[in-house]
């Protein structure tokens, strides 16, 4: 299939050349001319736009930071919505506010063209490996055609509902995941004030009932897992940034649905602080230098 991929930032570089180990063409854009280098050298073909790469597309998939970049993307006159042949699948893989996914998915019916949410969850080194969980929201129908794709980049894919249901269940995990990490943070950070060796406690409660996804797969700190952010000065990963706008999002939603979310907006808070600080652009685990003595 001839597959147009916009965005090749830490995730969907990886995704985009899992899709074409996989037997597609992939035609690959990103606005950074780094990442356009970074992602040619390791084999993609990328186009001079994103005109030019969804020129012959079968698909269009997307990863992309934000709401806003999503729909200058897709929407208005020049988006990428008008240039699709009818028929044509969009995904977009990003992580927005679910108001704007439907909005991408209304004009996108309007056009005939098939389209999903399908954000993920699994950090870079489930898109490396390709085993990322897809939440998907769309109908059944866009979904049957996506699911050989997300096959190629994923290892599970849920079907959470209508147009924008994947992001909010996205959002509803990214609450927890920002939340457990810096439960995490806290807990290390209190055995080393006292001593204790960080792998060996990270190991004494990965086995015990504090056991996580942080602890198993994304120790917040250095030196305990070889291959982590944390390991690597906190550079690639999942930004604290991008952390943070998810966080946003979840207090949105909360305040929309007058949902009750005390922990996801101190944890909302925390990053803000920390980007004030100046870590924006490190990986979130890097959460754990707001509560270590410096
Ligand atoms: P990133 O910042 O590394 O990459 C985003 C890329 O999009 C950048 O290279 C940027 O230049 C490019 N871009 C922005 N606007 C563009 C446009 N109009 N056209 C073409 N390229 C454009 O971000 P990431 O870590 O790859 O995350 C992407 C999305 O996936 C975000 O919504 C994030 O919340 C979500 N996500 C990230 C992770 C993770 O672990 N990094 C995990 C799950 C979900």
Redesign the pocket.
């Known amino acids: 299939m001839n597959i147009a991929f ?8 990886p995704m985009a050349l899992n899709l074409q180990k996989a037997g597609h063409e992939v035609q690959a ?4 001319k780094p ?1 356009c280098d970074k992602w040619a050298e390791q084999g993609l073909s990328i186009a001079a736009s ?1 005109a030019d790469a969804v020129r012959g597309a079968q698909a269009v998939i ?5 709401s806003q ?2 729909e ?2 897709y929407l208005g006159d020049t988006g990428l919505l008008a240039q699709l042949a009818t028929g044509t699948l969009v995904i977009d ?4 506010a679910a108001a704007s996914a439907q909005k991408v998915a209304q004009a996108a019916a309007a056009r005939g063209l098939p389209c999903i949410d399908a ?6 080194g ?2 490396i490996a390709g085993t ?1 969980t897809f939440m998907v929201g769309g109908d059944d129908a866009a979904l049957a055609l996506a699911r050989p794709l997300l096959e190629k980049m994923g290892a599970n894919i849920f079907h959470a509902g209508a147009a924008g249901a994947g992001q909010t269940a ?1 959002i509803c995990n ?1 609450m927890l995941l920002g939340i457990l990490m810096i439960g995490t943070s806290e807990a290390l950070a209190l055995g080393v004030a006292n001593g204790l060796d960080p792998k060996v406690l990270s190991e004494i409660m990965r086995r015990s009932s504090g056991g996580n996804w942080a602890l198993e797969k994304y120790n917040p700190m250095p030196g305990v897992m070889d291959n982590v952010p944390s390991s690597k000065g906190y550079a ?4 604290t940034d ?2 943070l ?2 966080l946003g999002l979840a207090q949105e939603n909360a305040a929309a649905v007058k949902a009750s979310t005390p922990l996801g907006g101190l944890a909302r808070n925390l990053y803000a602080a920390h980007s004030l600080g100046g870590q924006g652009a490190l ?1 979130f685990s890097s959460v754990i230098q707001l509560l270590q003595k410096r």
């Open positions: 916009i965005g090749l930032g830490n995730m969907g570089g854009f990103d606005l950074s990442a994103a997307s990863m992309l930071p934000a970049h999503v200058s993307l893989c990003s992580t927005i954000p993920v969850s699994g950090g870079t489930g898109a990322l996205k990214n690639g990963g999942f930004g991008l952390m706008k998810d990986d």
